[in-house]
């Protein structure tokens, strides 16, 4: 039972460089989210998608696209890396509107 | 102002004490709590979810909730060593938004 699962889990970029972080859940699960966390700052709502074929911005989107390819699959685009995004990202997953969330492992993505 | 607010710590708490987490968040609607525990290096993993206002216990672990205070606060009774982690509070909102905390260090002293 692999429940969320992330690609890559390390990543090294150069400024402007373009990359997309994958995540994919195998729990049917209706909606799914990307966060980043930096050291004393928590974590961070990138984007969210509340079900299939939605999206929205959560609290820091700048910088960011996301796809809910299908219901199992939403990926991260960083279109041109800045060091600023360097940090670790977290997707996770949830049932329905109330019920917890199922995280990943996490990207370490460093950008120099 | 943050929509869900921790204390950062670091908390430390003798082992065998209780440790006493608290946590604020922001007037919309929310719907639901969560208390998730965060090894350093690894993934958040949840330890306690609380949906309407009162007590609600898990083996050592109690949340309270309540929401006329905008107040959800989590006890560890009896800590162990291996308590210590860092402790993210999370708010699910009705429109399927969800936010968390900074998270508060907890060391666990033996």
């Known amino acids: 039972n692999a429940g969320v699962t992330q690609t890559p889990k390390f990543q090294v970029l150069k400024t402007g460089q373009s990359m997309t972080l994958q995540c994919a859940q195998d729990m049917n699960h209706n909606s799914m989210y990307w966060y980043r966390q930096d050291p004393g700052m928590g974590l961070r709502l990138i984007y969210y998608?509340?079900?299939?074929?939605?999206?929205d911005k959560g609290e820091v989107p700048n910088g960011y696209n996301v796809s809910r390819l299908n219901k199992r699959e939403f990926s991260l685009r960083l279109e041109s890396a800045a060091p600023s995004q360097t940090s670790v990202y977290f997707c996770?997953?949830?049932?329905?509107?109330?019920?917890?969330?199922?995280f990943g492992d996490g990207t370490r993505l460093s950008i120099l | 102002q943050k929509e869900v607010e921790q204390n950062s710590g670091p908390l430390s708490v003798p082992e065998g004490a209780i440790a006493s987490l608290n946590c604020t968040y922001s007037?919309?609607?929310?719907?639901?709590f969560f208390w998730y525990r965060q090894y350093s290096g690894k993934s958040p993993e949840l330890i306690m979810s609380i949906y309407s206002n009162g007590d609600k216990e898990d083996g050592r672990f109690t949340a309270q909730l309540n929401k006329a205070s905008q107040y959800v606060s989590l006890l560890i009774r009896d800590s162990q060593p291996s308590d210590s982690a860092t402790y993210l509070c999370?708010?699910?909102?009705?429109?399927?938004?969800?936010?968390f905390g900074a998270g508060t260090r907890l060391t666990v002293k033996p």
């Open positions: 996770a997953s949830r049932d329905q509107a109330g019920q917890p969330q199922h």
């Open positions: 998608s509340a079900s299939e074929g939605t999206t």
């Open positions: 999370a708010v699910a909102y009705n429109n399927n938004d969800m936010r």
């Open positions: 007037d919309r609607v929310s719907q639901s």
